[in-house]
């Protein structure tokens, strides 16, 4: 059983930072890429930052030059660093995983930003 482990959210001012992690732990086989999400009250769950097998990332418009998405192979580890965040940023942030053929979801974590 693979499981999905987010960590690092909490409340932060407007322009400040944070850095969250999501460790995948288990038999997990190959894993092709993993990835941040995030779902605010109201919206969709949308896609903030992506990291390939090969290292090649991928990041929407909104959150480009501001966040930083990052890996740890030898831990199975993703880190996503939040940096000049703004209060549209506030949502529950996913960790993803996609393996060769199953995907796998954190149960997120909470950022807020707010004065």
């Known amino acids: 059983q693979v499981q999905v482990a987010e960590s690092g959210g909490g409340l932060v001012q407007p322009g400040g930072s944070l850095r969250l992690s999501c460790a995948a732990s288990?038999?997990?086989?190959?894993?092709?890429?993993m990835a941040w999400y995030r779902q605010a009250p109201g919206k969709q769950r949308e896609l903030v930052a992506a990291?390939?097998?090969?290292?090649?990332?991928n990041y929407p418009d909104s959150v480009k030059g501001r966040f930083t998405i990052s890996r740890d192979n030898a831990k199975n580890t993703v880190y996503l660093q939040m940096d000049s965040l703004k209060p549209e940023d506030t949502a529950v942030y996913y960790c993803?995983?996609?393996?060769?053929?199953?995907?796998?979801w954190g149960q997120g974590t909470q950022v807020t930003v707010s004065s």
């Open positions: 993803y995983v996609w393996t060769l053929s199953t995907t796998y």
């Open positions: 288990g038999s997990i086989p190959r894993i092709n890429a």
């Open positions: 990291i390939a097998s090969g290292g090649r990332t």
